[in-house]
């Protein structure tokens, strides 16, 4: 899913992201077998979640490969290593610790700092006009073709007449549309379009969460897309102001479906996982310790095993996951509050376990 803002840059710019690669440490079998591995979530979803990167691995060119440490994997293989993964997640715990600890390879993906960092992300459900009407007066543009006008420019009209308009949504509720990079439009006849990323107009990014925490609005603490959100509302006066403090414009293209991740396969909510690309398998298996918001004052602990299929211009490093949440207010709430320290694996079936499997 083409993100060009995630959310922490949004909230803190560059500061906290780390431009650092990090590292990817191996597991012992002694240490993979006293970890717990204990999984929150479904089995179903994970099933789900399964199944769509076995679709891409169908699909990716087969003189692809894929390296985990100094071990190189086909297609073919990391179609093996996961349906022995699905295998092994239906044993009992006990079980699954023992064949996790004698089959697979298991690596920590760390940060700088040794552990990991993880925001969310979300596919907003946007009330929509088919022309303006009220707080509904901001256009929703398709692409035009290259151009280079900013924000500020392209909001008093510098794209009238040259870009497809999909709708016309709230100014704020367009921003973090923006911000996400895809969403559905809501009409009050019922009808539903989704929207996905279709390019942008070539202007550097600035954070609107930088510049509040520089003005004493908030703390790094405190920042968050809910907090944003909610001091726009309250300060209408000064909405344009900082929301054109970012030059940067998304445009959108309608889909017929939601927005896939970057495997061109559709996301599975709190399964799928958007790493660094250039330093993780795509595809691959993940596990993540962390936090996350179940109420906007109530925390949960996190441990469930997901699939990488998604990355994002900010997502930079081992140790730096961003999880994908859904739709709809629960998993806005999620992904706007999540900044969260955590820990971060990567799994793979050693050579050994596949050689009977494909």
Same mark, same amino acid.
């Given at each position: 899913?083409h993100?060009?803002?995630?959310?922490l840059g949004l909230l803190?710019?560059?500061?906290?992201?780390?431009?650092?690669?990090g #590292?990817? +440490?191996?597991?012992t079998?002694?240490?993979?077998?006293?970890?717990?591995?204990?999984?929150?979530?479904?089995?179903?979803?994970l099933q /789900?979640?399964?199944?769509?990167?076995?679709?891409?691995?169908?699909?990716?060119?087969p003189?692809?490969?894929?390296?985990?440490?100094?071990? #190189?994997? %086909?297609?073919? &293989?990391?179609?093996a290593s996961?349906?022995?993964f699905?295998?092994?997640m239906?044993?009992?715990l006990a079980?699954?610790?023992? &064949?996790l600890? &004698?089959? =697979?390879?298991v690596?920590?993906?760390?940060?700088?700092?040794?552990?990991?960092?993880?925001?969310?992300y979300?596919q907003?459900?946007?009330?929509?006009r088919m /022309?303006? &009407?009220?707080?509904?007066n901001?256009? +929703?543009?398709?692409?035009p073709?290259p151009v280079?006008?900013t924000?500020? !420019?392209?909001r008093?009209?510098?794209?009238?007449?040259?870009?497809p308009v999909?709708?016309?949504?709230?100014p704020?509720?367009?921003?973090?549309?923006?911000?996400?990079?895809?969403?559905l439009?809501?009409?009050?006849?019922?009808?539903?379009?989704w929207?996905g990323?279709?390019?942008?107009?070539q202007?550097?990014y $600035?954070?609107?969460?930088q510049?509040?925490?520089?003005?004493?609005? =908030?703390?790094?603490?405190?920042?968050?897309?809910?907090?944003?959100?909610d001091?726009?509302r309250?300060?209408?006066?000064q909405q344009?102001?900082? @929301?054109?403090?970012?030059? $940067?414009y998304?445009f959108?293209?309608?889909?017929a479906?939601?927005?896939g991740g970057?495997?061109? /396969?559709?996301l %599975?909510?709190?399964?799928?996982l958007?790493?660094?690309?250039?330093?993780?398998?795509?595809?691959?298996i993940?596990?993540?310790?962390?936090?996350?918001?179940v109420?906007?004052? #109530?925390?949960?602990?996190?441990t469930r095993?997901?699939?990488?299929q998604?990355?994002?211009?900010g997502?930079r490093g081992?140790?730096?996951?961003?999880?994908?949440?859904?739709?709809?207010? %629960?998993? !806005?709430l999620r992904?706007? @509050?999540?900044k969260q320290?955590?820990?971060?694996?990567? @799994?793979?079936?050693k050579?050994?376990?596949?050689?009977?499997?494909?």
């Amino acid at each position: 899913m083409h993100r060009w803002w995630v959310l922490l840059g949004l909230l803190l710019g560059q500061q906290g992201m780390g431009l650092a690669q990090g #590292t990817l +440490v191996p597991l012992t079998p002694q240490q993979v077998e006293h970890y717990p591995w204990a999984d929150d979530g479904t089995l179903k979803e994970l099933q /789900q979640a399964i199944a769509r990167s076995l679709a891409y691995y169908r699909q990716v060119n087969p003189s692809a490969r894929f390296t985990y440490g100094s071990e #190189t994997y %086909t297609p073919q &293989q990391m179609q093996a290593s996961l349906r022995l993964f699905a295998q092994v997640m239906r044993l009992p715990l006990a079980q699954r610790r023992r &064949q996790l600890a &004698q089959q =697979f390879l298991v690596f920590e993906s760390r940060n700088d700092q040794g552990a990991a960092f993880f925001t969310g992300y979300y596919q907003p459900l946007v009330s929509a006009r088919m /022309q303006p &009407q009220g707080i509904w007066n901001t256009p +929703v543009h398709g692409y035009p073709g290259p151009v280079t006008a900013t924000r500020a !420019e392209i909001r008093q009209g510098a794209l009238a007449g040259q870009a497809p308009v999909l709708g016309y949504v709230d100014p704020i509720e367009h921003f973090f549309l923006q911000v996400q990079g895809s969403g559905l439009l809501v009409f009050p006849d019922g009808r539903r379009q989704w929207v996905g990323f279709a390019g942008h107009n070539q202007q550097p990014y $600035r954070s609107i969460g930088q510049l509040l925490v520089s003005e004493g609005v =908030f703390t790094p603490e405190t920042v968050s897309m809910p907090a944003i959100k909610d001091y726009l509302r309250r300060h209408p006066h000064q909405q344009e102001r900082i @929301l054109n403090h970012n030059p $940067r414009y998304i445009f959108f293209a309608p889909r017929a479906q939601p927005p896939g991740g970057s495997l061109g /396969q559709p996301l %599975t909510p709190g399964r799928s996982l958007a790493m660094d690309l250039d330093l993780v398998p795509p595809g691959g298996i993940a596990f993540v310790e962390t936090t996350y918001p179940v109420t906007s004052t #109530t925390w949960r602990p996190l441990t469930r095993f997901m699939l990488v299929q998604d990355t994002g211009s900010g997502i930079r490093g081992h140790g730096r996951g961003d999880i994908f949440w859904g739709q709809g207010r %629960t998993a !806005e709430l999620r992904a706007g @509050l999540m900044k969260q320290p955590g820990r971060l694996w990567l @799994l793979v079936a050693k050579k050994s376990a596949l050689a009977t499997s494909y």
